[in-house]
């Protein structure tokens, strides 16, 4: 005999798995308007799709599984983003002073403009994990960020256990790499300096920034961040605002809107 499948208590997956979905959408997407466009596609497919669930999941790891579709979907649309997109957004940014007044305006007048820069490196985590192939920075993301098994993430992303082994290998690797050469923080050679820069607009009684990291490997500074990225809700942290500025002007500078 089949098992008998419970139900889906849609309201309490809704209410239980919402905010985390869309932080995490976000983190893929970059963009507040289609990150809310698809966790409502995906609540839309989880009610269609309720009786095909039979359970060989968690309703968490089914539910992400919908979402991470969709928005793949949407991403092989768009053009993977370059290492230079930070520098990109700078130069846009600097080349006309209403950026500079929109960024000051936010940090002084929102609940949610307000620097930090440990929120600061965590938008860097995520526009670097960008240049990644879409399954890498999904994989990369699900597992460092959300503490999915790699066996929830070969569900999700319909893949076998070895390949999601292989993708987070290798997705981890290019994060190390891209950032032991543009960090600054961390690395004296880094090429990007904009926690300081920005640190300096927002901060100006501040007059450097501290290294936040100690002295350690690539590997360890890598694992270092993503405990940091992991404490921020990108949607609704202290810099929420500010930091979707900043992605709004990224965005623009690389066309990617």
């Not at 997705?171 to 926690?195: H, P």
């Not at 100006?204 to 490997?217: D, H, I, L, T």
């Not at 992991?230 to 949607?235: N, T």
Request: charged share 25%; glycine share 4%; aromatic share 8%.
């Amino acid at each position: 005999m089949n098992p008998i499948r419970q139900p889906i208590d849609i309201p309490k997956a809704y209410e239980e798995h919402l905010a985390e979905l869309k932080s995490y959408l976000y983190r893929l997407t970059c963009d507040k308007e289609i990150t809310n466009d698809l966790a409502q596609d995906t609540f839309i497919k989880v009610i269609e799709k309720q009786n095909q669930f039979e359970g060989q999941s968690g309703v968490k790891t089914w539910i992400f599984s919908i979402a991470t579709n969709l928005a793949v979907d949407w991403l092989r649309k768009r053009k993977r983003w370059t290492e230079t997109a930070q520098d990109e957004s700078k130069a846009l940014a600097q080349s006309d002073p209403i950026y500079r007044t929109m960024f000051l305006a936010i940090n002084q007048n929102s609940s949610g403009g307000a620097f930090d820069f440990k929120e600061h490196i965590g938008l860097c985590f995520t526009c670097i994990s960008k240049t990644l192939q879409i399954e890498h920075q999904v994989t990369l993301i699900l597992k460092d960020i959300y503490d999915f098994k790699v066996s929830e993430i070969s569900i999700i992303l319909s893949s076998p256990v070895g390949t999601i082994k292989h993708w987070l290998f290798s997705a981890r690797q290019t994060m190390t790499e891209v950032f032991e050469r543009r960090c600054a923080l961390v690395n004296k050679e880094g090429v990007c300096y904009q926690c300081s820069e920005l640190n300096g607009l927002f901060n100006p009684r501040q007059k450097k920034m501290k290294n936040v990291f100690p002295k350690a490997g690539q590997e360890k500074l890598y694992e270092l961040r993503t405990e940091l990225v992991k404490g921020i809700d990108p949607l609704n942290s202290k810099g929420s605002e500010l930091e979707d500025s900043i992605m709004q002007v990224l965005r623009k500078a690389i066309s990617d809107t």
